[in-house]
């Protein structure tokens, strides 16, 4: 989110506080009635331009089951709902404590937020909401035990990279059908085993529907991606093969290798075994500072293919425990024979 997306939300919240402190009275004189309208046409500006801002996903059907500007609403809705839910799977996992069910509280909190569909074929567009604005509703219950969730006050919900991700992952559909498979199962794996099982019941519901598809991320950067029924299958099917599951995984140990350039990391644990994997764009700053410091890593092990399938490790967070590795941290490694005790 930019600096004028955040301070325009900041602006809107002043005036719609504003028109509610000061709600209509009889006893208004005209030029207090003046102002009150002046307002409430600046709210309504301002909500235009705030729409207009706000980056997300723009979904048009069109062709197959889609009849003009109508369509089945279960099959369509489902489709849009399964986009949203990718978003809430790809924000969840960047969440200091994420959620280990997901209920509609916290798609609430983290899903993005729908705007009404304009004119012409059948639409429906999400956006992202402000950060600050995703608070827990008063008669919410708590969830898997936590009453609060902190990270939220500061962080963008969903965020732009969701978006980007989701939208990266149909960039990759496009140009499989020119061969490219493999760049669309790295994105795939990338995304995740929640997110992509999401994504896949898009593709599921589009595919039923025989309907294309015009994708985009409302800020009219780029033209919209068009997902037509045999992008759909193709989707569909890569996601069944690959099988992706994930287990979560925590490793103390020395930080060994971290770059600015290529996302990897590697880490040593007690044992003396090197692991290595990816780190996202997210966390670079983060992997570069943690270089040679002994550091706890909370890491998402993706498997393909099923639990038995290749692995391949996504950095989820790393938190420095010291500047440098305990003295006895490396006692549990084997000597060789022939070297001191």
Known sequence: MTDRDTGLSAFLRDVENLLHDYEVNSSDDWMTRSNRESMAG???????????????????????????????????LKAVLALNETVVALVNKTLDKPYTTIDDNVRGRLGLWAIPATKGSFIMELICPPTGDVEPRA????????????????????????????????????????????????????LGAHATTQLGKFADRCSELGVSVDVDDRTQQNKPLVIRPQDARLLKGTIRTLGLEEEPLVIEGEWLTSSKIRGVFDIRDKDGIVRNGTVPKTLMADSVAALEKYVQAQIRVIHKGGPDGQARMVLEKVTVLADSVPADFYTAVKKEPGTDA
Do not use: C, Y
């Open 139 to 190: 008669n919410a219950k708590p969830i898997d035990g936590q009453t609060t969730v902190p990270e939220l006050d500061d962080m963008v919900v969903p965020g732009a990279d969701a978006v980007d991700q989701v939208m990266g992952v149909l960039h990759e559909l496009l140009d499989s059908s020119k061969g490219k498979v493999l760049q669309l199962e790295e994105k795939l794996i990338d």
């Open 42 to 76: 600046l709210q309504a500006n301002l909500e235009s331009v705030w729409l207009e801002s706000r980056k997300g996903i723009r979904a048009r059907f069109h062709q197959g089951a889609v009849q003009g500007h109508a369509g089945p609403a279960n099959q369509l």
